[in-house]
């Protein structure tokens, strides 16, 4: 069973540019969680996913940020018109189903630069 | 609001010694605590976590983590490091609300000397 699967696992931008991060969550499981982690810093929530919804965004900077889960395919993060704050490691974590027995699995991150 | 503490940045320890890295939480209701593991440009691996029953968590490695709600802590600890073991360690809390999303402590580097 494959693992949570990230890519492309580096990718440079320059400012303005746009950023697409994919995230093919494990087999099975249907709860996606992006996760941003500056550097030095802890990882920091931005979106919890479930096929086809947002099921909370809290953490998602209110603009050129926007997240998706289609019923198809991966979840895909999309930074529109990137700053040089935006260069993080963005990590992707899933999950069978919600409730409190059930471990996050991360990803590998993919890891942003912006020039 | 939720939150979790790690007061050590990093924290050193001979090889063969017993370690252990602290964490901290502030949480209402009961806690659901995570103890994740990151290794350089890699991906966060789970160690172990508290939902509830036994204080003391066993996980992987053999690491193991002991919950005490009167001090509000979960430290991680292994009775003998090894230099495989450096690494960041991350303890996390499970938000309470509807979305499962966790929250995590800044982190402790740990270094094993040989």
């Known amino acids: 069973n494959a693992g949570v699967m990230q890519n492309p696992r580096h990718l440079v931008r320059r400012r303005g540019q746009e950023a697409r991060l994919r995230c093919s969550p494990m087999k099975g499981h249907s709860h996606v969680y992006w996760y941003r982690q500056l550097p030095e810093e802890g990882l920091k929530f931005m979106v919890y996913?479930?096929?086809?919804?947002?099921?909370?965004e809290s953490g998602m900077p209110k603009e050129r940020f926007s997240a998706e889960f289609p019923k198809e395919g991966p979840s895909i993060l999309r930074i529109q018109q990137v700053v040089r704050g935006d260069s993080a490691a963005y990590f992707c974590a899933s999950s069978p189903a919600s409730g409190d027995s059930y471990e996050q699995y991360f990803g590998p991150g993919t890891r942003l630069t912006v020039t | 609001a939720q939150s979790v503490a790690q007061p050590e940045d990093q924290v050193n320890v001979a090889e063969g010694n017993p370690l252990t890295v602290k964490c901290t939480y502030s949480?209402?209701?009961?806690?659901?605590l995570f103890w994740y593991v990151q290794y350089p440009n890699r991906g966060l691996q789970f160690l172990l976590k508290?939902?509830?029953?036994?204080?003391l968590v066993k996980g992987s490695y053999g690491f193991e983590a002991e919950f005490n709600k009167s001090q509000t802590s979960f430290h991680l600890k292994k009775p003998s490091a090894l230099v495989s073991d450096s690494a960041l360690y991350f303890c996390?809390?499970?938000?309470?609300?509807?979305?499962?999303?966790?929250?995590f402590g800044t982190g402790t580097r740990l270094q094993v000397f040989p």
């Open positions: 996913l479930q096929k086809e919804n947002i099921i909370d």
């Open positions: 508290y939902i509830t029953g036994d204080n």
């Open positions: 996390a809390v499970r938000d309470s609300g509807n979305t499962d999303k966790l929250i």
């Open positions: 949480v209402s209701g009961n806690p659901y």
